[in-house]
T-cell receptor
Framework: EAGVAQSPRYKIIEKRQSVAFWCNPI?????LYWYQQILGQGPKLLIQ????????DSQLPKDRFSAERLKGVDSTLKIQPAKLEDSAVYLC????????????FGAGSRLTVL | DAKTTQPPSMDCAEGRAANLPCNHS???????VYWYRQIHSQGPQYIIH???NNETNEMASLIITEDRKSSTLILPHATLRDTAVYYC???????????FGAGTTVTVRA
């Protein structure tokens, strides 16, 4: 099966600019996650969708971050305005309704804010 | 707020078994132990998970102590491609998210 697709792979922006990341999960996977991974740390959950509804966005900095999952398939994560501390890898993952409930991750989008 | 403790790093020789420890002394009776790894510049990859019994798949074996307070991931014949950060994660049956700690950086040396 095809994996989780993310784009762009790399992005460099100036602080206060905006950026958007796109994720296409594995076909049929109802649950989609966005994680932020700062260099040297483990991934941190930003937001979790079940179909097109938000399950958990408690760690999402809502003053600057937003995410949507239209039609319960693709998702976009937006940052506006970006800060220096937003430099990180943004990972998208999806999972289906299986007993193991395993998450499959994409390769990530690396953001550098100058 | 990771529920696990792992050593920050370890080395192992190519072709030898790599034994990665994980402490999860506050684990609840219905929580699973999951292992993921993250190779440089890639997203985390699922390895194995278990509840009480030892588990084995094509990638690794998972040994969980009888009191379930600790576990060991075993890579039977480590290769250079196994160099990665390995994450041990405790997760409830109805908890759909993963909470990552810092993991163990494993370096396999030729």
């Amino acid at each position: 099966e095809a994996g989780v697709a993310q784009s762009p792979r790399y992005k460099i922006i100036e602080k206060r600019q905006s950026v958007a990341f796109w994720c296409n999960p594995i076909s049929g996977h109802a649950t989609l996650y966005w994680y932020q991974q700062i260099l040297g740390q483990g991934p941190k959950l930003l937001i979790q969708f079940q179909n097109n509804g938000v399950v958990d966005d408690s760690q999402l900095p809502k003053d600057r971050f937003s995410a949507e999952r239209l039609k319960g398939v693709d998702s976009t994560l937006k940052i506006q305005p970006a800060k220096l501390e937003d430099s990180a890898v943004y990972l998208c993952a999806s999972s289906g309704r299986t007993g193991a409930n395993v998450l499959t991750f994409g390769a990530g989008s690396r953001l550098t804010v100058l | 707020d990771a529920k696990t403790t792992q050593p920050p790093s370890m080395d192992c020789a190519e072709g030898r078994a790599a034994n990665l420890p994980c402490n999860h002394s506050t684990i609840s009776g219905n929580e699973y132990v999951y292992w993921y790894r993250q190779i440089h510049s890639q997203g985390p990859q699922y390895i194995i998970h278990g509840l009480k019994n030892n588990e084995t798949n094509e990638m690794a074996s998972l040994i969980i102590t009888e009191d379930r307070k600790s576990s060991t991931l075993i890579l039977p014949h480590a290769t250079l491609r196994d160099t990665a950060v390995y994450y041990c994660i405790v997760r409830g049956p109805n908890d759909y998210k993963l909470s990552f700690g810092a993991g163990t950086t494993v370096t396999v040396r030729a």
